[in-house]
């Protein structure tokens, strides 16, 4: 099997390490200025990761390996820049005006990387084919 199903699941495990952890600090200090950019991690990180990832182990093994990599590298590109970004923006670390728009093309990234997953399972559909129907003898009794 191809190894970047273990790519998408590998970094989605660590999204969520990182993002449980943040969620406990967050808990600790009652600092929650932070939330959104947890969430959004957890869930584009991990959640979408693991789903893709499962996807293309399972029903997508024979998806083009340029589009797997593809959608693998914009996926987390987009994630990673937008949550440092997102970060930035709500501890104050960078002025809106200027993260702004890094936090757009994060989450630019991100379509892209999601209209890539869309391609890949469309184009699994359509070799998939019309479900096999029986045949007569098939229902007989043994
Ligand atoms: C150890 C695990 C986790 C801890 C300790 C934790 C903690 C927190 C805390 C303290 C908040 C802020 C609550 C507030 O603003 O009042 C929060 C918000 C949130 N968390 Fe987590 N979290 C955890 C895991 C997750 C996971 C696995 C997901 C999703 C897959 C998730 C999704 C969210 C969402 C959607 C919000 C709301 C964000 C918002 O309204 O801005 N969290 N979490």
């Known amino acids: 099997m191809s190894r970047w199903p273990y790519a998408f699941f590998a970094a989605a495990a660590f999204y969520i390490l990182v993002g449980t952890n943040w969620g406990l600090y ?42 797997v990599k593809a959608n693998f590298v914009l996926s987390n590109l987009g994630v990673v820049i937008m949550i440092a970004f997102l970060t930035a923006i709500f501890t104050g670390a960078a002025p809106p005006p200027v993260a ?11 379509i892209v990387g999601f ?28």
């Open 26 to 67: 967050m808990s600790v200090t009652h600092d929650f200025t932070t939330s959104p950019a947890h969430a959004h991690l957890n869930l584009l990180g991990f959640v979408s990761l693991s789903i893709m990832g499962a996807y293309y182990a399972l029903l997508g093994r024979d998806t083009p390996a340029w589009m």
């Open 115 to 142: 209209a890539i997953f869309f391609a890949a399972v469309i184009r699994g559909l359509v070799l998939a084919g019309p479900p096999a129907r029986p045949k007569l003898g098939d229902l007989a009794p043994a």
């Open 100 to 110: 702004g728009p890094v936090v757009a093309l994060g989450g630019v990234l991100v």
